[in-house]
C-alpha cells in the first residue's frame, strides 16, 4: 500500500483544516487506517484511527471532540478534518496503514505497516 497525505498548510488558531490520504495498491477496504504527527522536536505520536469499514474509531484526549478521521473505502482515501485548531496541533501529519487485516488497535499500539509522506499543519497563534 502505498500512501499519500495533503491538505496541509498554515492556519490561525481557532479555524478548521482537512488532510487528505489517497492510497494505491489493492483492497485498501482491508486495512486499518491511522493518522499521526510529529511536532517539531518531539516525537511521533497517534492522533486517531478508523476501522476497515469505518463504522469504529478512535481518537487521542488531545485532539478529542475538535478532530474527526473518516474514509471512503470507494475512492481509497481517509481524511481527518480539524476544527478548533490551537497552536500545540502544529505537526506534520502522517497517514499509517496497519497490516492487511490487522484491527485497528495494532494502530493504536504502535505497529504500523505502512507510512505516507507527511503534510505540515501550521497553527499560528
Known amino acids: 500500500v502505498q500512501l499519500q497525505a495533503s491538505g496541509g498548510g498554515l492556519v490561525q488558531a481557532g479555524s478548521s483544516l482537512r488532510v487528505s490520504c489517497a492510497a494505491s495498491?489493492?483492497?485498501?477496504?482491508?486495512?486499518?487506517m491511522g493518522w499521526f504527527r510529529q511536532a517539531p522536536a518531539k516525537e511521533r505520536e497517534l492522533v486517531a484511527t478508523i476501522s476497515w469499514s469505518g463504522g469504529s474509531t478512535y481518537y487521542v484526549d488531545a485532539v478529542k471532540g475538535r478532530f474527526s478521521i473518516s474514509r471512503d473505502n470507494a475512492k481509497s482515501t481517509v481524511a481527518l478534518q480539524m476544527n478548533s485548531l490551537k497552536p500545540e496541533d502544529t505537526a506534520v501529519y502522517y497517514c499509517?496503514?496497519?497490516?492487511?487485516?490487522?484491527?485497528?488497535?495494532?494502530?493504536?499500539?504502535?505497529?504500523?505497516?505502512?507510512w505516507g509522506r507527511g503534510t505540515l499543519v501550521t497553527v499560528s497563534s
Open positions: 499509517a496503514a496497519a497490516d492487511q487485516y490487522a484491527a485497528q488497535g495494532d494502530l493504536i499500539k504502535g505497529r504500523v505497516a505502512y
Open positions: 495498491g489493492h483492497s485498501f477496504s482491508d486495512y486499518s
